[in-house]
């Protein structure tokens, strides 16, 4: 699985971006695909997750203002965000997890895009 984001940029504060990931290979495979970021010196956190049933999930500090979504037929998921803070400055990455079940094992494989930047100034 291969996964390429885009749409990060510079936006003030209020604005809106709206995130790309688009997905190549085995995407059948794909059970549940997210957005992470990672600011200078801090840790990678989850943004926003999607299951393949469509089910999504958010960190507390983007609810309501974040949504994710996914469009299989274009095997991409968006992260539309609006209401931006500087505190959502980050370089944002694509995350898949590709869950392969066979009769002797499951096996959990993990794929991460490139990243993008995201910069909101206040």
């Known amino acids: 699985v291969q996964l390429v984001e885009a749409g990060g940029g510079l936006v003030q504060a209020g604005g809106s971006l709206r995130l790309s990931c688009a997905a190549s290979?085995?995407?059948?495979?794909?059970?549940?695909i997210a957005w992470h970021r990672q600011a200078p010196g801090k840790q990678r956190d989850l943004v926003a997750q999607?299951?393949?049933?469509?089910?999504?999930d958010y960190a507390d500090s983007v609810k309501g203002r974040f949504a994710i979504s996914r469009d299989n037929a274009k095997n991409t998921v968006y992260l539309q965000m609006d209401s931006l803070k500087p505190e959502d400055t980050a370089i944002y990455y694509c995350y898949a997890q590709v869950v392969v079940h066979t009769i002797e094992r499951t096996t959990t494989f993990d794929y991460w895009g490139q990243g993008t930047q995201v910069t909101v100034s206040s």
């Open positions: 290979g085995r995407v059948s495979d794909i059970n549940t």
């Open positions: 999607i299951s393949s049933d469509g089910r999504p």
